[in-house]
């Protein structure tokens, strides 16, 4: 797509969305940095965020943002290798609410004398609490949004990935519950010749899921807020799977 069509259709954009106070360029360089930091913390899996204090493996030290749950480093670390089935992407707000619920799982079980690793034996905790506040966002929300509501978030997701932060094409299409984003050269093979572009949908009665343009493609849902912070969270995973940076997650 030529820098005059992505241009032309910025502008389109922008002339269809309503009036808002709220700065979304904003939340556009926030999911950056958080998706930036957690894809380089996938890169040393042994690296933590804040040093383990010494003999004291169930008094870690909390994180987070001054907006955001309070965690242990621990926990967040014991969330996101859970999260690397990649059976679903994981934006990293929803990332930080699950290691929140893992961190008082874990002190719960400290009041009864039961320590970390004692769970092991039982059941997986990180990957029950991901589990669980991930569905909060997979699945049919208490409410049906309306379609209004799902057409302004996917043009707030339009924004994002077209933005400079994200850099990336998109192409409009016939329905305005998806997005349709144009590949790069180190975006997974995938269609009938392998250059199948990948197209993000949002649906009045579930979640955001990724896949490739392509009939038949497998689906992947994406976990994250149906807001638009939580658009800029998934314009920023499109782009690190549009940039090979998280490998194929379309793989069976």
């Known amino acids: 797509m030529s820098d005059d069509r992505v241009d032309e259709?910025?502008?389109?954009?922008?002339?269809?969305?309503?009036k808002t106070t709220d700065d979304l360029s904003t939340d556009i360089r926030a999911a950056v940095d958080r998706q930036?930091?957690?894809l380089r913390a996938q890169r040393k899996p042994d690296s933590v965020l804040v040093a383990e204090p010494a003999g004291s493996e169930d008094t870690a030290p909390t994180t987070g943002t001054g907006q955001g749950p309070a965690y242990t480093t621990e926990a967040y670390a014991a969330v996101e290798k859970a999260a690397t089935s990649l059976r679903c992407l994981y934006a990293p707000s929803v990332l930080e609410q699950a290691a929140a619920l893992l961190t008082d799982l874990w002190a719960a079980g400290g009041r009864h004398g039961v320590?970390?690793?004692e769970w092991d034996w039982a059941v997986n905790l990180p990957s029950g609490a991901l589990e669980v506040i991930a569905s909060r966002y997979t699945d049919a929300p208490d409410a049906e949004r309306t379609g209004d509501q799902v057409v302004a978030l996917c043009r707030d997701l339009s924004e994002a990935l077209t933005s400079a932060e994200i850099g990336l094409s998109v192409q409009t299409g016939p329905?305005?519950?998806?997005?349709?984003?144009?590949?790069l050269p180190e975006t997974p093979r995938g269609g009938y010749h392998g250059n199948a572009n990948l197209v993000v949908g949002l649906y009045s009665n579930s979640g955001w899921d990724i896949s490739m343009n392509a009939d038949g493609a497998r689906v992947v849902s994406i976990a994250a807020p149906a807001t638009k912070a939580g658009a800029a969270e998934v314009a920023a995973l499109v782009r690190a799977v549009a940039r090979g940076e998280l490998g194929n997650p379309f793989r069976g």
């Open 9 to 18: 259709l910025r502008g389109i954009l922008r002339a269809k969305r309503p």
């Open 36 to 38: 930036s930091s957690a």
């Open 115 to 117: 320590g970390r690793k």
């Open 175 to 183: 329905r305005l519950n998806k997005v349709v984003v144009e590949r």
